[in-house]
């Protein structure tokens, strides 16, 4: 499977972006969970957001209410990016993967190569 992500760039505080990845390569599983994580400068990788394939999401605290992640098909996924902040300025990427069963944890088998967002102050 490879993902091509795209719609990073620069933009002012306050200001919105709209990231999409495309999944091609290869026919997701039925219960593919699609996600978009970033890793800023000195800071570890964290999950900004994911959706199940029954179009369920999930997001880290810090984006909640600014962020919204959707699917339009089994192989597509967005993220629109609303009211963003410079320490919203990482490299992001699109993933995909899964949960288990025991625990619901996610796990990601898939990577993008990443798509830069800068937000100035």
């Known amino acids: 499977v490879q993902l091509q992500a795209s719609g990073g760039g620069l933009v002012q505080a306050g200001g919105s972006l709209r990231l999409s990845c495309q999944a091609s390569?290869?026919?997701?599983?039925?219960?593919?969970?699609m996600g978009w994580h970033r890793q800023a400068p000195g800071k570890q990788r964290e999950l900004v957001a994911a959706i199940s394939s029954g179009n369920m999401t999930d997001y880290t605290g810090s984006v909640k209410g600014r962020f919204t992640i959707s699917r339009d098909n089994a192989n597509t996924v967005y993220l629109q990016m609303n009211t963003l902040k410079p320490e919203d300025t990482a490299v992001y990427y699109c993933?995909?993967?899964?949960?288990?069963?025991?625990?619901?944890?996610?796990?990601?088998?898939?990577w993008g190569q990443g798509t830069q967002v800068t937000v100035s102050s």
């Open positions: 993933t995909v993967g899964g949960r288990f069963v025991v625990g619901g944890s996610y796990f990601w088998n898939y």
């Open positions: 390569g290869s026919t997701l599983r039925i219960n593919a969970i």
